[in-house]
């Protein structure tokens, strides 16, 4: 099975606090794996530089390879670039911006890489129909319930057809009804698009689900 993400020899320190130790890590193309571990184990941290929202330690022998390109020397400007093309995100609280309806907020990645305004539209109702709140695509996030909200997240997170979506607590600010009908589409997409999901989640069933786990303690794979 192709490596669509490996890591070797990640360290991060904030000062003189080490989050992340040793980190090597593979994730495998159509993989689906949950991170897990206790609050301040180094989850979300790991989850932001395996994302490029954040950088590892500079250590010669540490590396970051996504679809089989080391990143970890890129240019600020060119790791945006490489982020925005290969990289979905969805955030526990959705992160819309809530002067743009859900349609508009689908559509900002690729406005971002400058694509076609009208191929754009047509993908993100597209996604929205899929995700079922195409009749919300009018919109505004303050007029959306909190399962809308993380919908159109999800429709985000794939409008430029990502190798790999990483996700922190998607959903953790969800009811047990909506958090499954999230975490069933994961598995759908995944089914039908051939994505890879990379999930920070303390949500037992959703780890239960996936086909990996990797458990972090103390800045440690475990």
Not at 138 to 156: C, D, F, M, Y
Request: charged residues 25%; proline residues 3%.
């Amino acid at each position: 099975m192709k490596k669509i993400l490996t890591t070797k020899k990640l360290f991060k320190s904030y000062g003189d606090l080490q989050v992340l130790k040793n980190i090597n890590i593979e994730i495998e193309d159509n993989e689906i794996v949950a991170i897990v571990g206790p609050s301040g184990a180094g989850k979300t941290t790991l989850l932001h530089i395996l994302g490029t929202l954040d950088r590892p330690d500079n250590k010669k022998e540490s590396s970051l390879s996504i679809d089989q390109i080391n990143i970890t020397n890129l240019s600020d400007k060119n790791l945006a670039s490489f982020r925005n093309k290969n990289m979905g995100f969805i955030f526990q609280f959705h992160e819309l911006l809530p002067e743009f309806t859900a349609l508009e907020n689908v559509c900002l990645p690729t406005w971002i890489g400058n694509k076609s305004t009208k191929n754009t539209k047509n993908n993100a109702m597209e996604l929205l129909k899929r995700l079922g709140v195409d009749n919300r695509a009018s919109h505004k996030p303050t007029e959306l319930s909190g399962g809308e909200q993380q919908r159109v997240a999800v429709a985000r997170a794939l409008i430029n057809n990502p190798k790999i979506i990483f996700a922190d607590e998607p959903s953790g600010n969800l009811d047990s009804k909506n958090a499954n009908q999230l975490h069933d589409l994961f598995f759908e997409l995944r089914k039908e698009r051939g994505f890879s999901f990379v999930i920070v989640t303390h949500n037992e069933g959703l780890a239960k689900r996936a086909d990996r786990t990797i458990s972090l303690k103390d800045g440690l794979v475990i």
